[in-house]
């Protein structure tokens, strides 16, 4: 059973569109959610994460939305570049016990120039 | 800079070998895990260690087995290996047993 869902599988926008990618969860121990980052080839790379004491985090043109009630969050890219093309995980960990970090299955983000 | 490292990264073996895969950290960190990765599954844990000589199981430990004798090496060992463990696998090492996680290149492993 998929812990955290992930859409959409695979996504195509062109050079400056705001893809956004969606994830959700059911559980309700989950406190903290990282997004990675894989370029083909390479392994996973943490990108940005959020605590669910916030609604938003930014980092450069990257943010996280995050919606404690609806058990979502989500990615946002501004202004997506051709480098941005990459394969992006969400996942999510509980806050007590191992740290098991639950997976998303992905989404390939390709930006056209 | 973290580097994790991984012994290879391609590897072909055949159905029924035991097969070995070595991780190796430089920033001593604590906590260390081995993923499976495939296509529409995302990433699978199989197993974490939390000190040396410790290891749990993660969500598909069947088939797979891991040492950790020294802080900075995990190894991830296939008893006999089959075609559906053919597949990428990722190791990662951690500071904090809740930090990120920073990953190695992947070792492609395809079982004949």
């Known amino acids: 059973q998929q812990q955290v869902k992930q859409s959409p599988q695979s996504l195509i926008v062109q050079k400056g569109g705001i893809p956004i990618i969606n994830c959700a969860y059911e559980n309700t121990a989950f406190d903290y959610f990282p997004w990675y980052q894989q370029f083909p080839g390479k392994g996973p790379a943490l990108l940005i994460a959020i605590r669910p004491d916030v609604s938003e985090k930014k980092e450069g043109r990257f943010t996280i939305s995050f919606n404690k009630s609806a058990k979502q969050f989500s990615l946002h890219i501004m202004d997506s570049q051709p480098g941005d093309s990459a394969t992006y995980f969400c996942?999510?960990?509980?806050?007590?016990?191992?740290?098991?970090?639950?997976f998303g299955t992905g989404t390939r983000l390709t930006v056209i120039p | 800079d973290v580097k994790v490292t991984q012994s290879s990264r391609y590897l072909v073996k055949r159905t029924g070998e035991k097969v070995f895969l070595e991780c190796v950290q430089d920033m001593d960190h604590e906590n260390m895990f081995w993923y499976r990765q495939d296509p529409g599954l995302g990433l699978r844990l199989i197993y974490f260690s939390y000190d040396v000589k410790m290891k749990e199981k993660g969500d598909i430990p069947e088939g797979y087995s891991v040492s950790r004798e020294k802080k900075e090496r995990f190894s991830l060992i296939l008893e006999s290996a089959s075609t559906n463990q053919t597949s990428m696998y990722l190791c990662a090492s951690s500071l904090s047993l809740r930090g990120p996680q920073f990953f190695g290149p992947g070792t492609r492993l395809t079982v004949l």
């Open positions: 996942a999510a960990s509980p806050q007590t016990g191992a740290n098991n970090l639950f």
